[in-house]
């Protein structure tokens, strides 16, 4: 496991402290006996799982008590059918701002269950820029406003949210959630699936305003209201109970670092990294993003010509790097810059591209 360098853009590394701590607690948990994953969740021992999970979370990233914090199943991916089916009504339309493929999907979605509309978008550029987008100026039959935080795929990130007006502003942080402080005075809801920055897959962080939560709509089957999720607390029904304990793990982790603060700051210095090799290349590798809108998690370039990609992906994996190649969808290298890529890793690519330049620029 050492030898491998894990750039993977989600499920993506755990940090090494976590797996181990896993590895000595998980299979019998406080020495009950019992795997955290044969246990009742109606159970105490449980319970103290969840909770303690939430509480973590509530803690590092300050969340305020006007905020319920719930853990669901599906993915991103359902939130993008659920918050349509929560928050958008007949007479409104939703708002997306399209800043890659994840928030094109999150419109898909809506669009399948009411009107939508898209306030700004950066498709006509490939994506390679977050648009200037003004949410003070919505009409009022705007339900809610959807951005994408960190566009896995293209490798942009809103650096800073736009102010709102009264409109509820949702945000899809899926690939950069506990890397970066969240600013909740402009926020409304904020979700993430946990498989990139907060544990494995399984479990689906979504942390909601409760004025929000209170004008969803009331009349869904249960299993898809957010409010019946709130009101049991996320024990509605049976929750991804391995997932939930590795999360509260991971955000343990978080706050022995440092916290949020520290992941931000090490974000910041592993992806400059990177970036410098890129800039310094004299064109060798070229971002896919606009520098404005970098990404510190996912960072996308190219090489003069798919041969020399290709070659480069190769060397790569000869090498133990893991996770280099862009998305199917988009082609070229990606580097996925998680909280729990060490900076070590990140030097020893650093130095790996530079080599690669030299060998055949
Ligand atoms: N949004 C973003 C920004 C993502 O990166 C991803 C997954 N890579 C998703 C949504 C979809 O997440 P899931 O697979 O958990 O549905």
New binding site residues.
Partial sequence: MSNVYNFN??PSPIPAEVLTKAKANMFNYEQSGMAVMEMSHRSPLYEGIHFRAMDQLKDILQIPDEFDILFLQ???????AMIALNFLSEQKKAGYVLT?S??E??LKEASAIGETTIIASSKDNQYRHIPQTDLTNLPNDTAYVHL??????YGTQWSQFPDRSKIPVII????DILSRTIPWENIDMVY??A??NAGM?GV?LVIMRKTLLESANNTLPPSLSYKQHADKQSLYNTPPTGAIYITGLVTEWITQQGGIEEMARQAEKKAQMIYDVIDNSNRFYTGHAEPASRSLMNITFRLPNEELEKKFLTEAKEKGFIGLNGHRSVGGCRVSNYNAVPVEHVIVLKEFMEHFMEQNG
């Fill in positions: 853009p989600g599906g993915g991103a991916s359902l939130q993008f890659g994840w928030s999907k999150a994408t935080s960190n566009n896995t795929i899809d942080m899926s690939s993430a699936g498989q990139k897959s689906t």
